[in-house]
């Protein structure tokens, strides 16, 4: 795995990005974390770890700008029961998106496995290109537009979940 990418964070709350050498925003952020990338945000005098603090930042701009949904009595729960019930919500959060990971990594080896029994990749190499025999007309069509359909749907359930779409990445059959 990367090494997660060390922003620093000046008292004017300014964030620096080191890997970069260059000052970026929360919107740059998330946008690092939707492609998967890890980041790491500390203090840049005392060297404290501000990371859940921008990541709970980054949150509620998402809020501000209604990008997000946390409903208020969830947020108000929160706030009520303090440090017990925000380690419960901590760590379903977590069990649900390790499932959610999951579910994902196998539906990418089933796609991948169908796409080698459908002779468009060998299949002791899932990911290079080199088709056997290309489907004809219709059948190719209404592959695609299987593909397509699982994709959207694969899209739509990381957008509800804030993880970035990895549909994209799915080897395509040439044409």
Do not use: C
């Not at 219709?138 to 509800?160: I, Q």
């Amino acid at each position: 795995m990367d090494e997660p990418v060390v922003i620093k964070r000046y008292a004017n709350r300014k964030l620096y990005d080191q890997s970069r050498s260059r000052y970026v925003t929360l919107e740059e952020l998330e946008e690092l974390i939707r492609q998967g990338r890890e980041i790491r945000v500390v203090d840049a005098v005392s060297g404290d770890d501000l990371t859940a603090l921008t990541l709970a930042q980054i949150i509620l701009e998402n809020q501000r700008e209604r990008r997000s949904a946390l409903p208020a009595a969830f947020l108000h729960q929160i706030v009520k029961h303090g440090e017990t019930w925000q380690e419960f919500v901590q760590q379903s959060l977590q069990a649900s998106l390790s499932g959610i990971v999951a579910s994902q990594r196998e539906a990418e080896r089933v796609m991948r496995d169908w796409v080698s029994r459908a002779g468009w990749w060998p299949a002791t190499a899932p990911a290079g290109p080199g088709p056997r025999e290309a489907p004809k007309g219709e059948e190719l069509e209404s592959l695609r537009a299987e593909v397509a359909a699982l994709k959207a749907k694969l899209r739509d359930l990381e957008g509800r979940l804030g993880q970035p779409s990895r549909a994209e990445d799915t080897p395509r059959p040439s044409r």
